[in-house]
């Protein structure tokens, strides 16, 4: 592979919240360690959709997981499939979603919760499910523990490409909306978690995007058109030319633009132009 990608997904952060709560990744940017764009959502603007056509590059209505609550083995390429295809090994640490939308469907919890099989397209996964989740107990693993096993993976089977998925945030959202100080804090954790983390992959080699799938209003909602519903940040530590400032990325251009940047080939369903050269 010509480089090697993380892509670290916040579900469910606004722009508007990554611009003020999270100190260490706004620090990098004003010190000219990484860039940052304004990213928007696909419609709807729900997890399962976004998570798919973040990977494949086709919108919800063509790939058809329309909702939380359609689940089958998404039958266009995506990054696993094509960065597998082109010799890459790749990992996730994700909601189970993934493995089911990526590897096969339906997620069997101990097949499944943790797998190495080195015909992919999922290499090295290890999933969490939130099984049971609801507004009294978000049934969401520590952050830590997530960034630190993907660092794992990253160390121990040398992966070349690797997103880390975490609803943590997501779920403060639904409990609290996005617009008090539960959330103030909550986010103001997830940075320093981050921040933990984060040099320790560059110094690995890696390039890395930090996004979220999607953003959520204050009053904990998303899935509709609106702003506050569709927009959010992402960042970038890597190299190549990349937009003007006040550009809105499109989600569909994250697929083709990963591939890109790992010198893996680009399937003609991903219509969508690369934001980095």
Sequence with gaps: MKNKLLLIIL???????FRRLFGNLEGWVSHGDARVWKVRACLPSISGPCYASIH??????????L???VR???GFPDLFSEISRAGGRTGAVTHSYWSEFFNR????????IEYDEPDGPIHH????????YNGDNQMTPSDVDLFATLTMLCARFAIDYGILHTCTLDSMGHRFGHDNHPMDHAC?????????????WLEMGYEVIVTADHGQTDRGHHGGREDLQQEAALYWFGGGKGPSA??????LQLAPTILGRLGAAVPETMKAKPFLT
């Design 11 to 17: 579900d469910g952060v606004p722009w508007r919240n």
């Design 56 to 65: 494949t590059g086709v919108p919800p209505q063509r790939h058809g997981i």
């Design 67 to 69: 909702s939380n609550e």
């Design 72 to 74: 089958f083995r998404v």
């Design 105 to 112: 469907y339906p997620f069997d919890y101990v097949r499944d």
């Design 125 to 132: 996964g290890r999933f969490h499910t939130m099984t049971g």
């Design 188 to 200: 103001f954790a997830m940075d320093s978690m981050l921040a933990a983390f984060l040099p320790k």
């Design 246 to 251: 006040d550009t809105v990325i499109d989600q």
